[in-house]
């Protein structure tokens, strides 16, 4: 098992590619810590592990309250004794979120602190316990927004985004002396409800999207959860400081 034994922090866990990637790494021997704001979600995600046969615990959290994340990094290191990998998962993409002429400040906030104050407070509080270990792998969920421009813009998800890949090259020089490597995923549209229920509504807007990917359908959550997963493992000793667009070829696509 690629992951035996590793304890695995993956934040926003409750549900979507969080929980997806939750399964996928205890079937890999994983440790999984689930971090989840919604307590129904996140217990029910660590107990169908349980029952499939893997070792999880849920720790409720909400990623943009300080105390909160200190407290469920605490608990997880009284349960489990180390961290060895931080997966963050949790981010949001909303309605409101249009140009930043039109876009209402409480929107950009909103965004801005899941997706980059978020990140900001799980490492802060996760890397002083990989420093004990001199070990660790901090993933960060990005998005290929943040290397192109949009006809139909979500500035403060593109904005946000764009901060998570900066602040993860800058995790990446700071901390890997200490044995510690910090990478971004940057997927491409993924099939998860966010994605289905909002962006892509009708079968008319679905070929728009489609029309730009070379790949011709949108991505799996799977499709994300396995770079997720080399990443997490000692495969990737050598890899840091790596953006890596895991998008099917939007990104490559001139015209």
């Known amino acids: 098992m690629r992951l035996q034994e590793k304890v695995c ?14 399964e996928m790494f205890a079937k890999e021997g994983a ?6 704001r919604n307590e129904m979600s996140g217990s029910g995600t660590a107990e169908a592990i349980r ?15 300080e105390q909160s994340v200190k407290d469920a990094v605490a ?19 909303i309605a409101e979120d249009h140009s930043v002429i039109d876009t ?20 802060k509080y ?17 998005s290929f927004v943040a290397f192109v421009g949009c006809s139909v813009p979500q500035d403060a998800y593109t904005a946000s985004k764009g901060a ?15 044995g510690i490597r910090t990478n971004a995923i940057c997927p491409g549209p993924i099939e998860t409800p ?17 029309s730009r990917q070379p790949a011709g359908r949108f991505g799996k959550p799977e499709d994300i959860v396995y770079a997720a997963m080399y990443l997490s493992s000692d495969e990737s000793e050598w890899t840091n400081g790596a953006l890596l667009n895991v998008d099917g070829g939007i990104t490559s696509n001139y015209f």
């Not at 922090?9 to 939750?22: D, E, R, W, Y």
């Not at 029952?51 to 309250?65: E, I, L, M």
């Not at 608990?75 to 993409?93: P, Q």
């Not at 400040?105 to 978020?118: I, T």
Request: aromatic share 8%; glycine share 8%; proline share 2%.
């Open 194 to 210: 966010l994605l289905m229920e909002w962006l892509v509504k009708d079968e008319e807007a679905k070929k728009v999207r489609l």
């Open 31 to 36: 440790k999984v810590a689930i971090f989840e």
């Open 164 to 178: 998570v890949n900066s602040l993860t090259k800058s995790l990446a020089i700071q901390f890997r002396p200490e």
């Open 126 to 142: 996760v890397i002083p316990e990989m420093q004990k270990h001199k070990s660790g792998s901090i993933i960060n969920i990005a």
């Open 75 to 93: 608990k997880t290191v009284e349960t489990y004794g180390k961290i060895d990998v931080l997966y963050n998962n949790a981010g949001i993409m």
């Open 9 to 22: 922090i993956i934040t926003g866990s409750g549900g979507g590619m969080g929980k997806v990637a939750a």
């Open 104 to 123: 209402p400040e409480h929107a950009w906030d909103m965004v801005m602190n899941v997706n980059v104050k978020g990140i900001y407070f799980m490492c």
């Open 51 to 65: 029952q499939a046969g893997g070792d999880a615990a849920f720790f409720q959290c909400d990623v943009t309250d």
